[in-house]
């Protein structure tokens, strides 16, 4: 899948699903830019109507830490 052939849709925060494993809370830190430097996340449409995320987990924290309610996503079908 090439990702970057896929345009970036505005995604619901609320939507979006993914495993909690792993992550780093230094990535989601606010003095943190890296996370948000580094473009749209990508998901893919689940049938219930969420958003799986393969990759941006700790960019979608951050956006709902700072308050967002969408974050810009590439959707795989």
Do not use: K
């Amino acid at each position: 899948m090439d990702w970057h052939a896929l345009p970036t849709t505005p995604v619901p925060l609320s939507r979006v699903v993914f495993p909690c494993h792993d992550l780093d809370p230094a990535h989601v830190h606010p003095v943190s830019d890296l996370v948000l430097s580094t473009g749209p996340i990508h998901v893919q449409a689940l049938l219930d109507g969420s958003f799986f995320i393969h990759d941006g987990r700790h960019r979608a924290l951050r956006a709902q830490h700072d308050g967002r309610t969408h974050i810009d996503a590439r959707i795989h079908p």
